[in-house]
């Protein structure tokens, strides 16, 4: 009788905690040692954009770049040789050991894991760097008014690469390569070139009037953009888009996407807050904001074997493990 009694006991313990684990939500973790406080609130510096290679971690922020070597846990500033103190860190893009910043004041490229940085700005007017992506031995940098320009010498000359691209089309929100061919997310929609920039074709079928392009993300052969209006994907080169906002609200702007598998990450900003996960490649989603503070806008997102980490507006940086999802 004890002996029935006692597997009973043990059979409840283990469904209690199968359930826990089943029903557990994923909790994410402040790493900010290292970040400035800029106000008597404890609020940390604003990130704006992350990016990984190999073992490092590279933040660029509104107080300069910061490293860590060490999953986040602690950062260190590496400032070494960018021209203002702190200086703003719009972009980042990454070439084998060459690492490319984007700046208020044009690119900076460090070939030593950002111990010292060198402007690489010639034949480039002196602009802002919304963004930079690369394909194969070119580089290409979106600014802020001023259209993209490239690089096929590791930013030691820029040309413009401009055709096709006017008005409010020189304005690049977003820049991502896949392949041979390049997308540029612009304040007048999205934009694709198949020659490296030769010239640029409008792909906008599908979006709503009046979208906001916020971000642009590509895995495998599908393009994930993030708008005011939540999420559109493409899997035929942008040819045509559809809206994958379920389980979004209908005004989530979303400011950044990170893909994992059929894992997908989308931060949110002033509308939405926060992160949005879906496991089914976009086709729903759920929020994911055990641990944050409230009403967090979410500005970056990447992720590594072990952990994902995003970076924020006024808040700094999160991480939580990729296997909790």
């Known amino acids: 009788m004890g002996r029935h009694i006692l597997k009973i006991i043990v059979i409840l313990a283990v469904l209690a905690y199968s359930c826990k684990k089943e029903t557990s939500t994923p909790s994410w973790a402040a790493v900010n040692s290292g970040f400035p406080s800029i106000d008597e609130q404890g609020d940390f510096t604003t990130i704006n954009t992350l990016a990984i290679s190999g073992n490092n971690i590279f933040a660029g922020?509104?107080?300069?770049?910061?490293?860590?070597?060490?999953?986040?846990?602690?950062?260190?500033s590496i400032n070494s040789g960018l021209l203002a103190n702190p200086i703003n860190i719009l972009s980042l893009a990454?070439?084998?050991s060459n690492i490319f910043a984007g700046t208020y004041?044009?690119?900076y490229l460090s070939s030593n894991n950002g111990k010292?940085?060198?402007?690489?700005?010639?034949?480039?007017?002196?602009?802002?760097?919304?963004s930079l992506a690369i394909s194969g031995s070119?580089?290409?940098?979106?600014?802020?008014g001023m259209g993209v320009y490239m690089s096929s010498n590791n930013g030691s000359s820029w040309s413009a690469a401009n055709t096709g691209l006017q008005g409010n089309s020189l304005v690049t929100v977003a820049l991502a390569a896949n392949g041979s061919n390049i997308f540029d997310a612009t304040s007048n929609g999205v934009y694709i070139s198949s020659n490296n920039g030769n010239n640029w074709t409008a792909i906008n079928s599908g979006f709503l009037a009046n979208t906001s392009l916020y971000s642009l993300t590509i895995s495998g052969g599908t393009i994930f953009a993030g708008t005011n209006t939540g999420i559109y994907l493409s899997s035929n080169n942008g040819?045509?888009?559809?809206?994958?906002?379920?389980g979004l609200t209908d005004s989530t702007s979303v400011y950044a996407i990170a893909v994992s598998g059929t894992d997908i990450f989308a931060g949110a900003g002033f509308n939405g807050y926060g992160i949005y996960f879906s496991s089914n490649g976009g086709s729903t989603w759920k929020s994911m904001n055990s641990g944050f503070v409230s009403n967090i806008v979410v500005n970056c997102i990447a992720y590594d074997n072990t952990y994902v980490y995003v970076g924020t507006y006024l808040n700094g940086v999160y991480k939580q493990l990729l296997s909790a999802f």
């Open 116 to 130: 010292s940085w060198t402007a690489v700005n010639n034949g480039f007017p002196i602009n802002q760097i919304n």
């Open 138 to 144: 070119s580089i290409f940098a979106g600014t802020n």
């Open 61 to 76: 922020t509104d107080s300069g770049m910061y490293l860590s070597t060490n999953k986040g846990n602690n950062w260190t």
């Open 105 to 107: 004041n044009g690119v």
């Open 94 to 96: 990454i070439s084998g």
């Open 239 to 246: 040819n045509s888009w559809i809206p994958m906002d379920k």
